[in-house]
Structure formats: C-alpha cells, structure tokens
C-alpha cells in the first residue's frame, strides 16, 4: 500500500540537511542502535540516514517511509547498507507487520506523527514481549525554549517541515503506551543558549515488558 504523504518542499530541505550531518550527530545515530539484534521496524526512514549504522547482529530491517522522494533515497541507502533492510510507502499507521518484531527504531518522527499516543500503543503491540524501542527524540524544554515551540508548533514549523512538533513530551507518552524504560538521557545538539526549538534530543531503550 502506498501513503497519501507528498511533501516536496520539506523532502527537498531534509535530502539536504540529512546529507550533511555533524559528527556529533552520526554518533548519536550510533548510540541509538548499539546492541540491536534480530528483526527490526524503523520507523519513517527518512533518507535511510540510520541504516549505515545498524550493527551485524540485526538480521533484517523493515523501514517505512510514506514521502516517496525520501523513500526513493532510503532505497538507493539501503542497497548499501551492511545489512538487509527493505523500505516501505506505508505510514507507520497503515502498516502491518507479519509477525511481531524484536526492535522499534524511531529517530526524529515522533514529533512527525498525527497521533504520538496512538503510534506508541501501535509500536507496542507490534513487538515480542522484551522487544526494545530505541529513540533519539526532539522533546518538549521548559521556560523560554518552551514558549519558543509552542509558538513554532502554532506557527508555520510543522507545515513547512513536514509536520514536525517541537513541543512534545514524547517521553512520558513513551511511558503511557506500557514501555519500561531501562536508558534515558539528554543530548544538546546545539549549544544550550541557541535558539531553536529542537536543539535537545532525547536518547533512550524502553522495552515492553
Ligand atoms: C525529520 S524526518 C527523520 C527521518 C529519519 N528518521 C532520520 O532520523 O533521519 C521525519 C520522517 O518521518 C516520516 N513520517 C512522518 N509521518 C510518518 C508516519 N505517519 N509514518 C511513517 N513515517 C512518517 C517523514 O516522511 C520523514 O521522513
């Protein structure tokens, strides 16, 4: 099934910014995906940024993307990644796994979904008791970053850039769908005065119980 995703402003802006990363971020990147093995979703792939990254032991990765120009590029990533992964039109909503997975990755897309607690209680149930969702999230601030998101989620940000909202407290929905989260922490990607609203991620393993 093909997704109804068609967003060619922001496929443009995330080819470019996706394809030049910083250091700091590639190894975060990593971090994420340290220690994988077996099966594994990702969600929204992007331009497939992630998949240089996954370690030996994984053994397949199903990666949907909805925005077929991103798709287009995760494929051309695929073919050169270092272990097999496979890429899907399919929103993350409109798929359907075969059997249960062993892993959820997710990198800067909760903040990108209609509905973050009704995608998290669907990534629960799509894998085995003690499958593990690893995330490297932007996350709600507080005070002035807060206020500063809130104006960009009401604003123009999340139409320009693919609906990205900056202001989610994705950690404590990660936490309302069942997951038990075993890793967090906080990464500035920016320095902590700058002002953008998605200068802090957060990394962390949750795992179903
Ligand atoms: C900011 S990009 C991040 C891409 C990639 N995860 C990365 O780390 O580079 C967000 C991605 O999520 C995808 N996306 C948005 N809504 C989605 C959904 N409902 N299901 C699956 N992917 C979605 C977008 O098409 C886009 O490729």
């Given at each position: 099934m093909s997704s109804d995703v068609d967003n060619p402003f922001f496929a443009r802006v995330w080819t470019a910014m996706s394809g030049h990363e910083t250091d700091e971020m590639r190894t975060l990147r990593s971090e994420n995906l340290a220690g994988l093995r077996g099966r594994v979703l990702e969600v929204g792939a992007g331009t497939g940024t992630n998949f240089a990254h996954y370690p030996p032991s994984v053994t397949e990765v199903v990666a949907v993307e909805p925005e077929r120009r991103l798709a287009a590029h995760a494929r051309d990533a695929a073919a050169r990644a270092p272990v097999p992964v496979t890429v899907t039109t399919e929103s993350v909503e409109q798929f359907s796994p075969g059997a249960p997975f062993d892993a959820v990755v997710c990198s800067l897309v909760l903040c990108s979904v209609d509905d973050l607690n009704g995608v998290l209680r669907q990534l629960f149930s799509m894998l085995r008791p003690g499958g593990e969702l690893r995330y490297l999230e932007h996350i709600a601030g507080t005070g002035a970053r807060a206020r500063l998101q809130r104006f960009a989620d009401a604003t123009v940000w999340p139409r320009m850039l693919?609906?990205?909202?900056?202001?989610?407290h994705t950690e404590a929905a990660i936490t309302a769908a069942g997951f038990r989260v075993e890793t967090a922490r906080r990464e500035w990607v920016f320095p902590a005065w700058v002002p953008l609203p998605v200068a802090e991620l957060a990394l962390g393993r949750a795992v179903r119980p």
């Amino acid at each position: 099934m093909s997704s109804d995703v068609d967003n060619p402003f922001f496929a443009r802006v995330w080819t470019a910014m996706s394809g030049h990363e910083t250091d700091e971020m590639r190894t975060l990147r990593s971090e994420n995906l340290a220690g994988l093995r077996g099966r594994v979703l990702e969600v929204g792939a992007g331009t497939g940024t992630n998949f240089a990254h996954y370690p030996p032991s994984v053994t397949e990765v199903v990666a949907v993307e909805p925005e077929r120009r991103l798709a287009a590029h995760a494929r051309d990533a695929a073919a050169r990644a270092p272990v097999p992964v496979t890429v899907t039109t399919e929103s993350v909503e409109q798929f359907s796994p075969g059997a249960p997975f062993d892993a959820v990755v997710c990198s800067l897309v909760l903040c990108s979904v209609d509905d973050l607690n009704g995608v998290l209680r669907q990534l629960f149930s799509m894998l085995r008791p003690g499958g593990e969702l690893r995330y490297l999230e932007h996350i709600a601030g507080t005070g002035a970053r807060a206020r500063l998101q809130r104006f960009a989620d009401a604003t123009v940000w999340p139409r320009m850039l693919g609906n990205c909202h900056t202001h989610r407290h994705t950690e404590a929905a990660i936490t309302a769908a069942g997951f038990r989260v075993e890793t967090a922490r906080r990464e500035w990607v920016f320095p902590a005065w700058v002002p953008l609203p998605v200068a802090e991620l957060a990394l962390g393993r949750a795992v179903r119980p």
